[in-house]
């Protein structure tokens, strides 16, 4: 089953524009982590913020986490046609005792020159 | 480069058959997992092995199996294949055994069963 819903399903923007995607999920996590895949490809491992942070800041990406409404999102600022991918997030299952991770839909982010 | 190997890349095989997905970790990764990804599922997760032992088990169906051996290396053995079967399998590894980890993945196998 899938913890988290993302929004939105697809996004197409301009180079240079800002892209926003949220995530929501339902149980309490320990951490959530955001990743990208590009068009069928392997996930590449962007940010991991922990329940207690509330912003966490990776070169041109920033993620935010409001835990009061089990909610996240990942801003990509200045953007290129090299983050056109898919943009997964994944919660823990709040256990400690397993890495089991559960992913939401993703985001298909287009890019456009 | 996530530092995780996966083999073979792609696998076409028909229903009825067993294929083996084999998984090298990162070097010291101890924790591997094993998740599926097809369109009308989404990325699932099936199993985990920390040190080789089984620790976590997620949608894994009882024709699927997978293992640890003493290097860290996993295998994923797939049985009875059905149409339905057919998706990208990923491995990922990380240190430790908990969820306060990153999980580096491997570039996938993507299985086609005809």
């Known amino acids: 089953s899938q913890q988290g819903e993302e929004d939105p399903q697809a996004l197409s923007i301009q180079e240079g524009e800002n892209a926003t995607m949220n995530c929501s999920y339902k149980t309490s996590i320990n951490n959530l982590q955001w990743y990208r895949q590009n068009s069928g490809r392997g996930l590449v491992h962007l940010i991991l913020?922990?329940?207690?942070?509330r912003e966490k800041h990776s070169g041109r990406l920033r993620v935010t986490l409001d835990t009061s409404k089990k909610s996240s999102s990942l801003l990509i600022t200045a953007s290129r046609a090299a983050d056109t991918a898919s943009y997964f997030c994944a919660t823990d299952d709040g256990s400690s005792n397993t890495g089991k991770l559960i992913f939401g839909q993703g985001t298909t982010l287009q890019v456009k020159p | 480069d996530s530092g995780v190997t996966q083999t073979p890349k792609h696998l076409i095989t028909a229903t009825g058959q067993r294929v083996t997905l084999r998984c090298s970790p990162r070097s010291g990764d101890l924790s591997v997992y094993w998740y599926q990804q097809s369109l009308d599922q989404g990325l699932q997760f099936l199993i985990q092995?920390?040190?080789?032992?089984?620790?976590a088990k997620g949608n894994i169906l009882e024709r699927f199996s997978a293992q640890q051996f003493p290097d860290l290396h996993s295998e994923l053995n797939l049985s009875s294949l059905e149409l339905g079967d057919s998706a990208l399998y990923f491995c990922a590894s990380s240190v430790g055994v908990g969820g306060q980890e990153t999980q580096y993945f491997g570039p996938g196998t993507r299985l086609l069963v005809l």
């Open positions: 092995y920390y040190n080789g032992e089984e620790r």
């Open positions: 913020i922990r329940s207690n942070e």
